[in-house]
């Protein structure tokens, strides 16, 4: 009798696991960006702040796909509030180039039709992530680049703005911050290139991209980055997140990725496809693939994060730094974020 018991038990919590794991269907995924990011350093204000437009963006993202509108939908309207809030070097809060402009980039994906869209070196787009979405379904073309793609832009009708209004005190201190350190750091290793590339570590205010992760209800996927690029970067430095394959890209059937951190180092690694490839051609779960490609950049010198988002609902966000601004939400609308490791 109290073996049959015990044994009702065991398939009892066995059952209620399968559907606890079953009922955990994530939706949405988010990032606002990985790096230095640590409690002894955030006010109760600042870190209300981020849970508060990290929060304002899932729920953007989760009311089109409870209209049963598309997941790029879901990723433009969430990637919208993270790109109007100055918290985030997306948008509004873009951080510096060295020579004090805002140059951003952005990227879009549709995991259905694998078709993709993308801007780099933007200065007068309000919201990059509009105009990446505009060269995948207006234009024949994946990337477009500066003064050409912000004509684009202009010409389809998008929301244009004067180079100032992406000026903000924080970045604008962001950037006399870095002048200082890299030059102290360039003159410590007497101008080596490792300076330039491998040298300089406490570098959180160079980072804060946004991305998302979206899955509708139809079962499509789709994932969009966009960002003010590193703090400092030289005039036309293109970041990872308008490379498709590198910081942003999406399949259906493997995963939807955004990734965040040290740019090159995600380029150099193409990191947003190898974790699909590793789904595709080697049968890994997201989480498996995801940490695979990060440790990879790791190993190289590169930190920062990444999200990803499968088919069946599955996420994993996988960072190498302090800390990553981060949500997720579920296909019954559980809100999950957080900030620190
Ligand atoms: N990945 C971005 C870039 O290198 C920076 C970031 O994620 O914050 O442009």
Redesign the pocket.
């Known amino acids: 009798m109290k073996r049959l018991k015990l044994l009702a038990l065991f398939l009892f919590s066995a059952l209620a696991l399968q559907v606890s794991a079953q009922q955990k269907k994530y939706v949405m995924v988010i990032h606002g960006?990985?790096?230095t990011i640590l409690k002894k350093n955030m006010s109760p204000e600042k870190e209300a702040a981020y849970i508060a437009a990290l929060t304002k963006a899932l729920n953007a993202g989760y009311a089109e796909i409870k209209a049963g509108k598309s997941s790029l939908d879901a990723v433009e309207a969430t990637i919208h509030v993270l790109e109007n809030d100055p918290h985030f070097?997306a948008g509004k809060g873009a951080v510096f180039t060295h020579d004090g402009r805002n140059e951003l980039?952005a990227a879009i994906m549709d995991g259905k039709t694998l078709m993709a869209g993308s801007v780099a070196g933007v200065t007068t787009i309000k919201n990059p992530i509009s105009a990446a979405r505009a060269v995948m379904e207006k234009s024949e073309h994946v990337i477009m680049v500066g003064a050409g793609a912000d004509q684009f832009a202009k010409e389809v009708g998008l929301k244009i703005v004067d180079p100032k209004y992406f000026w903000t005190k924080e970045r604008w201190d962001g950037l006399k911050q870095a002048i200082k350190e890299d030059s102290t750091k360039a003159v410590l290793d007497h101008g080596s290139k490792k300076s330039e590339l491998f040298g300089i570590k406490n570098h959180d205010y160079?980072?804060?991209?946004v991305g998302c992760v979206a899955l509708d209800q139809a079962g499509n996927l789709a994932a969009g980055t966009s960002?003010?690029?590193?703090t400092n970067?030289k005039y036309g430095r293109v970041?990872?997140?308008p490379i498709i394959g590198a910081?942003t890209y999406c399949n259906n059937e493997t995963a939807g990725i955004s990734?965040?951190?040290?740019?090159?180092f995600?380029i150099r690694n193409v990191v947003a496809k190898t974790i699909s490839d590793l789904m595709e051609y080697k049968g890994l779960s997201v989480a498996e693939a995801s940490k695979i490609a990060l440790d990879k950049v790791g190993k190289m010198g590169g930190d920062?994060g990444l999200i990803a988002l499968d088919k069946k609902g599955n996420m994993t966000m996988p960072f190498n730094t302090e800390g990553m601004y981060r949500g997720a939400i579920t296909a019954d609308g559980k809100i999950e974020v957080s900030i620190y490791k």
Do not use: R
């Open positions: 960006g990985a790096g070097n980039d160079k980072f804060g991209t960002t003010g690029g590193m970067k970041g990872d997140a910081g990734c965040t951190g040290w740019g090159e995600y920062g």
